[in-house]
């Protein structure tokens, strides 16, 4: 269904309240309360059968007696009586309609079915549908409030602004608190619930498009339509407008939580991360976290390579910074060279040069230490981010520190992020310094703590490769089902994959063959389709030293996977040559039918379940960008060499995993990739796959 415009039911001409109520508290009396705060300029339509005015507007007693052609509708009515609202609704030519009644598609099959009504209807008339089980939406750039949750009136002159898009109604009004706090402004802010027939990718798109949200914040508990959503990620990172998402759901009492909640389906969290940063968002992990990253990236300049400087004014938080620094990898490079010549020179003799520096209570006495150790800070490009740690106790003390601070960033006029960070929160700051902090572009925090998570969230957006594999994709011919190991092998091989000597043979004649090529000791491996899972029959033998001892190998062998289940049919069996010890990985695809192809690598053997030590890679990946990834490994030390081991062919890995990706990106058809274990050797050695199978739709 290609989504109708957005305009009717964002920037509506008339509005119409369908449960339009005189009590106070009453969700149509809110909505109306709001319009009419907001100063709405447009038509206000009121409908209730049993009033003939409400506040002196006056009352319809049915959707049949609206004009023709009203732009947005409010049903502020039971959830059984929705359904018969909307094709009313329908009839009378309403371009949209925002449902708050719960008990939809999170409600049973029922439910299910009237959601399932709803979206026909919509896609039928070409209507918006904002929910249900939805708070409404408030366009505060146009001063349009549909939500019975009170909506302030805002001044965005001159504010920064973000747009927000939330599943959670609640979730959006505490974002939209949050924001407000910060002295942002909202230009539209829209709960979607269970998105009948509109849902989280629309407003995207539409704020994508509106030249004033710079930034968009959401919260989403499950994307309907990923491959959508990832598309739009990377028009607004194309267009230089942040994309901040909090997505609960990484425990599995969190995603059971969202198909009650919302009634969706809980996707796999992991696979959703990969996705979405690798598109440009920026994905946090708390509440705290969005509203902070969404002031860094409205009112701060943008956060680049580099890493961070830190001036402080204790010993003790210094030590505490290098602490926390360490446990969430920001980094915090040393001041050196000419910093650190021009740092010696700004500074009394018994301050060390150092990052983070403690400026002790010097700046009481001297204020313009500020500014004096702020500038070559500025001018190093090791730099990216400046953070201020001070400590303001009280209204005599902010008053010899925030106007030297205001002062230098003013005169230095900053081309990176300065973050001012309170020591002591809740310490009686005069809010007239906080706001001239915010008015030159200073955002202001009151814990450190916050301030370091909200800038290596950034931090991390910046170091990402963002450069995408040249290879051209590879698309592979196909059989659907299981393809066992001898035919996987024989398809992967050409991409540059490498696997152990050897070959299939259907007989124990041609087994003796491949033997006496490829050289004994070998191994014998069973091979059919139904048989994924070899070991567990039996259908494995290694270490095959000569051809009598093959020949008894391949009897004993078809006899194991008879005796394990006599319904299995093998093709024959791969003969492959020994291969020397290394380290062991697993490496696997897989092409999720929503959010496309990803590749899983770890350490194999039992660490790989132990310490859920893998990670996931999106399938563009140069190979400098997946060895860096395996070095990030929870056991990644081992591969450039730990204690006496040698350092392995890190890059021999890589070009393996490269090439996977390219038949995964060029044969949709895939539906899982194994090749497990692969083994790496030492560097200049090699790696190779000793097992290959693939799961084809």
Known sequence: MTMPNLSRLLTPRSVVIVGASPTPGALGNSVLQNLERHRFAGEIHLINPKRDEIGGRPCLKSIDQLPEGVDAAVLAIPGGAVLGAVEALAARGVGAAIIFSAGFAEGGEEGLAAQAAVARIAAEHGMVIEGPNCLGMVNYAAGVPLTFVEAPVLDL??????????????????????????????????????????????????????PATPAIGMIVEQFRKPARFLALAERARAAGKAIVLLHPGTSSAARESAATHTGAMAGDWQLMKTKVERAGVILVDSLEALGDVLELVTRAKPVRRGGTAVLTESGAFKALTLDLAEQIGLALPPMDGATASAMRAAI???????????????????????RRTLEPLLADDNFAALVFGIIQTDEATSARKFPAIIDAVTRLAPDKPVIFAGLDDGAPVPAAYIERLRAIGVPYFPSPDRAFRALRHLARAAERDVSRAGAEPVTLDLPSGVIPEYRAKELLAPLGIPFPKGGFAASAEEAGAVAARVGYPVAIKAQAAALSHKSDAGGVILNIADAAALDAAWARLYDNVAAYDPGIALDGALIEAMGKRGTELIVGARNDPEWGPVILVGFGGVTAELLHDVRLLPVDLTADAIAAELRLLKQGALLDGYRGSPALDVEAVATLIAALGRALAGTPAIREVDLNPVVVYPKGEGAVALDALILAE
């Open 348 to 370: 009394p003799d018994f301050i060390p040069v150092s990052n983070p520096m403690d400026l002790t209570a010097q700046a009481l006495v001297d204020p313009d230490l500020y």
């Open 157 to 210: 002159a001159g504010r920064p602004s973000v747009g927000i898009v939330s599943q959670s109604g609640a979730m959006a009004v505490v974002l939209g608190t949050t924001l407000m706090a910060k002295g942002l402004g909202i230009t539209v802010s829209v709960s979607t619930g269970n998105e009948a027939a509109s849902g989280v990718e629309d407003y995207v798109e539409h704020l994508i498009d509106d």
